[in-house]
């Protein structure tokens, strides 16, 4: 069970459409349509954002969509708000009830 | 609405180990899978294991298999985690988390506030 892969930094300016990658496997994200993003802000618990790879829990602004493309799922923010700011991380079942996150990718706003 | 409240922060000694509890209410507790997820200071989430309330059945990540023992207690509406030969590479955050959905196995939806273990000597 290896970790996703994410990029470690994103960044842009508010208004402006940033997209976080997640690549994984055929075992894990390409395997399955059990895809979700979690925000993350500091000293906070994680919070439910993108679940099934596009799906928005209610709640949570349409600016953020998910997609997924054979090994790779994608978070895109678009509108960027300063409150957008936070560490951003994927996760994917992994098959046997297991799961795996990524290594997390922190979103700045410029 | 939906609780999950842990128990509060330990201090361990290298070797030794740590059993938080993890208390839900505001839903039917045994229709709802809990995960256990940890965090080392500074750094991303890792996904510890996961366990049925209804049956009490148990999934481990494979890093923790030998060490960590999940557990239930229906008649509090509690679960238990409980991690083995601790050494400072336990010192995390440690969270409970339910599933999105009953009866599903692979989203997190509330959190618990999260327990830090300390492990030092």
């Known amino acids: 069970q290896s970790a996703l892969t994410q990029p470690r930094s994103v960044s842009g300016s508010p208004g402006q459409s940033v997209t976080i990658s997640c690549t994984g496997t055929s075992s894990d994200v390409g395997g399955y349509n059990y895809v979700s993003w979690y925000q993350q802000r500091p000293g906070k618990a994680p919070k439910l954002m993108i679940y099934d790879v596009s799906k928005r829990p209610s709640g949570v602004p349409d600016r953020f969509s998910g997609s997924k493309s054979g090994n790779t799922a994608s978070l895109t923010i678009s509108g960027l708000q300063a409150e957008d700011e936070a560490d951003y991380y994927c996760?994917?079942?992994?098959?046997?009830?297991?799961?795996?996150f990524g290594g997390g990718t922190k979103l700045t706003v410029l | 609405q939906v609780q999950l409240v842990q128990s509060g922060a330990e201090v361990k000694k290298p070797g030794a180990s740590v059993k938080i509890s993890c208390k839900a209410s505001?839903?039917?507790?045994?229709?709802?899978?809990i995960h256990w997820v940890r965090q080392a200071p500074g750094q991303g989430l890792e996904w510890m294991g996961i366990?049925?309330?209804?049956?009490?059945?148990?999934t481990y990540a494979q890093k923790f298999q030998g060490r960590v023992t999940m557990t239930r207690d229906t008649s509090t509406s509690t679960v238990y985690m409980e991690l083995s030969s601790l050494t400072s590479e336990d010192t995390a955050f440690y969270y409970c988390?339910?599933?999105?959905?009953?009866?599903?196995?692979?989203?997190?939806?509330?959190w618990g506030q999260g327990t830090l273990v300390t492990v030092s000597s």
């Open positions: 988390a339910r599933d999105l959905f009953s009866g599903t196995y692979y989203y997190f939806d509330y």
């Open positions: 505001g839903y039917t507790f045994t229709s709802y899978y």
């Open positions: 996760c994917s079942y992994a098959g046997s009830y297991t799961l795996v």
């Open positions: 366990i049925n309330p209804s049956g009490g059945s148990t």
